[in-house]
Nanobody
């Protein structure tokens, strides 16, 4: 069974930085896109960023453009999310996800595998 394990969450003051990692294993399909999503209390899960597994395509939600950077290490089957200039509004559980499709523009319903999530808390 596929496993996506997020790590790196924690507490940080507004303006600070955090780096998240997602290690993938046991995937039984050809993964071509990895994404990061987040869900704040009482809100729907929303898209944050996506990256192609083979290639260099990336896409970001408008709310994080210029502050967050998604990257990957294919040899380690790991995707990262570098988060800078964090705001209290960024507080949420962050999830990584995988899909077979190649488009980084895919919506949340098109991702097949999900990690357990890691909490990010930004204080003012």
């Amino acid at each position: 069974q596929a496993q996506l394990v997020e790590s790196g969450g924690g507490w940080v003051q507004a303006g600070g930085s955090l780096s998240l990692s997602c290690a993938a294993s046991g995937l039984t399909f050809s993964v071509n896109t990895m994404g990061w999503f987040r869900q704040a209390p009482g809100k729907e899960r929303e898209f944050v960023a996506a990256i192609s597994w083979y290639g260099s395509s990336t896409y970001y939600a408008d709310s994080v453009k210029g502050r967050f950077t998604i990257s990957r290490d294919n040899a380690k089957n790991t995707v990262y999310l570098q988060m800078n200039s964090l705001k209290p509004e960024d507080t949420a559980v962050y999830y990584c996800a995988a899909r077979a499709g190649r488009s980084v523009l895919a919506g949340i319903r098109e991702y097949s595998y999900w990690g357990q999530g890691t909490q990010v808390t930004v204080s003012s």
